[in-house]
């Protein structure tokens, strides 16, 4: 052999040999959170952890349920019906998949791997693939596969595909492998989307590793797309920056009686003190001056045993588990009054809603619990007032007092003989008109007019002014103790109430923020000296901690302390994030002047701007927005994998038939 043929042979074993060695190749240990804009074929365990959402271990040639619920996503272009093959083993009862919660396979126990195939409707985007089953075994599954064949193991990224990732301020590096060329943008985004900071990398003849460094001062959306060629993720790190210390936390002087009052499905937009120009609110509005308002609180759920669930344990409806009628809180779970309790406090709870009961678990460490029907008023309905007022005067100090007004909730009215102060404005409709108009109002196509908008709003407001008067009948039984200046006060809803503003009536079918956004009002004791208004997003789960940490306790929950905020006239990064129950998988999202609005059944989106029109969709106009948006909600999303399902079911039947009516009343049943 000549010199120049071995050199030239030499130098293509080479050629074949790096080619080998550095073909695209992914991470093990990649976060399913990534928003990937390409047709995922197959999940595989050549792939990693990439689809791996929930409760799956990554074997070495399989992945292993850990429990008897885990989950896969798979990311699709296109919504199209298609077929989906599973290789999977299963020793023990069978097991169910559905795909983003829509209709049930059944799963047949197999001690060998076996293949089983069925053609299901996958959505544009994100599809949660959900094994679920009861009992000891083992389910096992080797892939998933899209099409009639297995495709070959394909790289993330082909020319014009792209992924997104939202990541928090901090410093890392993203890896890519193999032969092409990449741009990688950094999108921040605050009142407007910031200039993304764009750059390419890679190109050659021979595969190679493209390292981008990352160093950011504010929470950002990387795009990594593919010019041209096949890339792979290789390896991805990232460290958050430290949390800024928070400022000084004031502390309670002893134990002072604590009072919470909600009213049921009251929108901030329709009292006094958030800007009404209807005298809804006037006793509201006088307490408010003593307290701390905050202009943009949000409830973490948009139906009334889930959100107060989340207010009585700090916790977002996704970590304790109460997201569908059929759910009680869970007995692990610490509860505010169980938290007073060991302090000495005596506790009550006093609700004229149904759904607010003892028989849902809300009854944890509650020595005295009053529940009274507040749907209609008549000679057999006690209300509700009297009750918390015979108790509240006996109960030794210092006492939690939790009192729960179901109005304003549609299709609620005011009791007979109650003089409105607006009367003059028009016909109060009566109960029966009230049901008509709610009901009618949930259905955006059905024929729904300027005179039913403005009838339906005058009795919900009427609602309201009703609340307001009992509401202040509690002041006044406070400040006839002569505990009103060192008491703590809190005045909230547990969600608002749709009223057509985007052609619905109504709540717990949809999350618009008219329907999660609440009045959140404090009165902290004289002594902390903290009153005015606070801009800053926050939640219901940030009740708790508030209170926990005045006592001078940090626990470990889904909210913080509303008085950890540096500054309170300033929109800060904290997120606000609701949840409804029909359907199933829409949440709504809150941060800055931005709202976003997500299915993770069907991934449909809707994005405003509160600061412009707040009923006017713009996700067309920004399309980098709706993108950042998105990979944040899975971020957030991501935060709840692989924790327990500890929820606890009850069999609704066995309610009392009077509580069955009414909740199908209210739109529950």
Known sequence: MQPRHFLLLATLALLLFTTACSAPRAARDLPPTWVWDCDQDRIHP??????????????????????????????????????????????????????????????????????????????AGFNFLRFARKGKGVLQVRSVTVGARAPRLRPHLRRGESVSLFV??????????GRGRARIEEQALDGEPLPAVARERGGGLFPRRIRHELALARPTTVRVTCLRG??????????????APPPSHPRLQGRPDITVILGDACQPSHLGVYGYGRNTSPHIDAFAADAVVYENAHANASFTRSSVATLLTGLYPDSHKVRVLQHELPTRLLTL????????????????????????????????????????????????????????????????????????????????????????????????????????????????GADDVREITLGYDASIAWMDGEFAKIIAMIKERGLYDDSLIVFLADHGEALREHGVVGHGSNVYEETTRVPLIVKYPRSLGRRGRAA???????????????????????????????????????????RSFNPIG??????????????????????????????????GRYPQAARWFKARFLDWLGRFRNRRDFSVEMNLRKLPAGDIDEMKTLGYL
């Not at 009862?93 to 799963?107: D, E, I, Q, S």
């Not at 708790?544 to 626990?555: C, D, M, N, R, V």
Request: aromatic content about 12%; hydrophobic content about 40%.
């Open 337 to 448: 009054p169980e938290y007073l309790n060991a302090k000495g406090y005596r506790t009550g709870i006093f609700s004229s809603s149904t759904v607010i009961a003892p028989h849902f678990g809300l009854n944890q460490g509650v020595e005295r619990f009053a529940n009274v029907r507040g749907l209609k008023f008549d000679g057999n309905n006690p209300l509700l007032l009297g009750k918390f007022s015979d108790w509240w005067r006996r109960a030794e100090a210092p006492r939690f007092s939790y009192v729960h007004f179901l109005q304003p909730h549609l299709p609620t009215v005011p009791p007979p003989g109650f003089l409105l102060p607006f009367a003059h404005e028009g016909k109060v409709p009566g109960y029966p008109r009230m049901i008509e108009l709610a009901e009618r109002g949930k259905h955006p196509e059905r024929p729904f």
């Open 46 to 123: 050549g792939d990693g952890t990439l689809n791996a959402w929930e409760g799956f271990t990554l074997k070495a040639d399989r992945f292993e349920a850990d429990g008897e619920s885990a989950q896969f996503i798979l990311w699709r272009r296109r919504a199209a019906a298609a077929e989906l093959s599973v290789e999977y083993s299963l020793r023990g009862r069978p097991a169910t998949l559905t795909v983003n919660g829509g209709a049930a396979v059944k799963l047949a126990p197999s001690g060998e791997f076996r293949r089983q195939q069925f053609r299901v409707p996958l959505a």
């Open 586 to 619: 829409l949440y709504g999202m809150r941060w800055r002047n931005w709202y976003h609005i997500i299915s993770t059944k069907t991934n449909r989106q809707q994005l405003y701007r509160l600061d412009a029109d707040p009923l006017q969709e713009v996700g």
């Open 536 to 578: 800053f997003v926050c939640e219901l789960a940030d009740v708790f901690p508030t209170i926990a940490a005045l006592f001078g306790h940090e626990i470990e929950l889904d909210g913080r302390s509303l008085l950890s905020r540096a500054d309170a006239n300033a929109l800060d990064d904290q997120l606000a994030v609701s």
């Open 168 to 177: 928090p301020a901090g410093s890392g590096h993203i890896e890519l492998r």
């Open 230 to 243: 096949e890339l792979s993720v290789g390896a991805f790190a990232f460290t958050p920056a430290p949390p």
